[in-house]
C-alpha cells in the first residue's frame, strides 16, 4: 500500500488520491528506515522552489496530530485522508528540518545538533513562512481548505508550533501504555537495520533520539530523575518505550491545560470502539463539515481494540509508568504492567497471552 492510498479510497473518493500522492512523493521526505532515500534531494529542491512560487491558494486551518508513535496517530490521519476538506501529510519531518535544521531528532537528514524541545524562536516568521508556502502547494494539490500534519514529537514542541501556527488546533493522541510499548517492540524488531556500521531503527541513528529525550526530558521528571543514569543505561525497547510514552503523555495532558481551547485529547480506544462519536467531536473541534463518506470509511477501517496481554519492565519505571496510566484513566490496566524477572512474560501472562492470540487470530 503506497502513501496509505487503498482500494476502498480509491473507489470511496478517487479525486483524494493525486494530492495524498503528492503529499507522500514531494512533502514528506523519507526517514533513515525507509527506501528510497535518494527521492529526498528532490523534495528539498521543492521546498525551495516553494519559497519563490507561491501556491495560487491561502493557507487555511492547520490541525497537528501529537502524541507518541503506534498510538493511533497512524489510522486517524488516513482516516483524515479522505475528508472533503482535508490534505494529510504524514510525518514531514523533512519539512521541519528545512524550516529549522535543529528539529531532527532521529537523524534522518543530518548528523548536526539536534533537539528534541524547541522554544519560540527569533526568527519565528521566516520558520513559519517556509512551512505555510509548502502546506499551500499540499492544499492546492489536495484540493483541500485544511492541512493535517500528523508529526507525534510535536507534543514536546507545543510552544513553538503555536507561536508558528496562533490558530492551530492540536489533536492529542492518547493509547493505553501497555499496548503503545508492546507495538513499538514490535515495529523494532521488524524496521530496525544496520547500515555502514549504523543502527537506524525506533531510536534514531544510533540512538540519537533516545540520547535526546533522556538527556533533554528526564532530568524535568522528579519521579524519572534519580534514576537517569540507569534510564540511560536501557537496551531493552519495551523499557524504552515506556519512558517515552511516559513523557510524551505527560507532555500531552500539559498542553491540554495549557491550550485549552486548543487542544482535543482523543483515545485510541474511543477512536475504535466508539468511531462515530469519537469523530463527530473532532470534526468539530477542527472546524470540518460532516461528511457522509469520512464516516462510512472509517467504519471499514477501524474494529474493536485487541489488547496486549501486558509487558514486564525494568522495576525502576513500574511506579512512574503505572501513576501515569492511572492519571490517563487507564486504570484498569495497570496490573499488566509488572516488574520484569526471569522468564517474567511467560509466568505472568500465560492465559492472557493465549487469549490474545485467539482474539487476534495470531
Not at 498510538?71 to 523533512?94: C, D, M
Request: hydrophobic share 40%.
Amino acid at each position: 500500500m503506497v502513501a496509505q492510498i487503498d482500494k476502498e479510497m480509491l473507489l470511496r473518493r478517487p479525486w483524494k488520491v493525486p494530492g495524498r500522492l503528492f503529499s507522500y512523493a514531494f512533502i514528506e521526505g523519507r526517514p533513515l528506515t525507509t527506501k528510497g532515500r535518494w527521492i529526498n534531494g528532490l523534495v528539498f529542491a521543492l521546498y525551495r522552489l516553494a519559497q519563490v512560487i507561491p501556491a495560487p491558494k491561502r493557507r487555511g486551518q492547520v490541525v497537528f496530530i501529537v502524541g507518541t508513535g503506534r498510538s493511533g496517530t497512524t489510522i486517524l490521519g488516513k482516516l483524515f485522508s479522505i475528508h472533503r476538506e482535508v490534505v494529510f501529510l504524514n510525518e514531514p519531518k523533512a519539512l521541519w528540518h528545512f524550516a529549522y535544521p535543529q528539529e531532527d531528532l532521529i537523524g534522518s537528514y543530518t548528523e548536526g545538533q539536534a533537539t528534541v524541545v524547541v522554544e519560540p524562536q527569533q526568527d519565528s516568521q521566516l520558520i513559519a513562512k517556509k512551512v505555510s508556502r509548502v502546506y499551500r502547494w499540499a492544499q492546492f494539490w489536495g484540493r483541500a481548505r485544511c492541512v493535517v500534519d500528523k508529526y507525534p514529537e510535536l507534543v514536546f514542541r507545543d510552544r513553538f508550533v503555536f507561536d508558528l501556527f496562533p490558530d492551530a488546533k492540536f489533536i492529542a493522541m492518547l493509547r493505553n501504555g501497555v499496548d503503545t510499548c508492546c507495538s513499538i517492540d514490535k515495529w523494532s524488531a521488524k524496521n530496525g537495520l544496520s547500515k555502514n556500521g549504523e543502527t537506524h531503527d525506533w531510536w534514531g541513528r544510533d540512538d540519537r533520539k533516545w540520547r535526546l529525550l533522556v538527556d533533554e526530558l528526564v532530568p524535568l521528571h522528579p519521579d524519572l530523575c534519580p534514576y537517569i543514569s540507569q534510564i540511560r543505561q536501557f537496551t531493552d525497547h519495551r523499557d524504552r518505550a515506556a519512558v517515552e510514552w511516559i513523557l510524551a503523555m505527560r507532555a500531552a495532558v500539559s498542553v491540554t491545560r495549557s491550550q485549552p481551547e486548543s487542544v482535543h485529547i482523543v483515545r485510541y480506544e474511543d477512536l475504535c470502539n466508539q468511531p462515530s462519536k469519537t469523530l463527530s467531536r473532532l470534526l468539530e473541534f477542527c472546524g470540518l463539515k460532516s461528511d457522509y463518506t469520512f464516516f462510512r470509511y472509517a467504519e471499514s477501517k477501524l474494529s474493536r481494540v485487541s489488547y496486549y496481554p501486558g509487558v514486564a519492565l525494568d522495576p525502576i519505571i513500574v511506579a512512574p509508568f503505572r501513576e501515569t496510566m492511572v492519571e490517563l484513566g487507564y486504570r484498569e490496566s495497570c496490573d499488566r504492567v509488572q516488574p520484569r524477572i526471569e522468564h517474567d512474560e511467560e509466568v505472568l501472562f500465560p492465559a492472557s497471552r493465549d487469549e490474545y492470540a485467539r482474539s487476534t487470530g495470531s
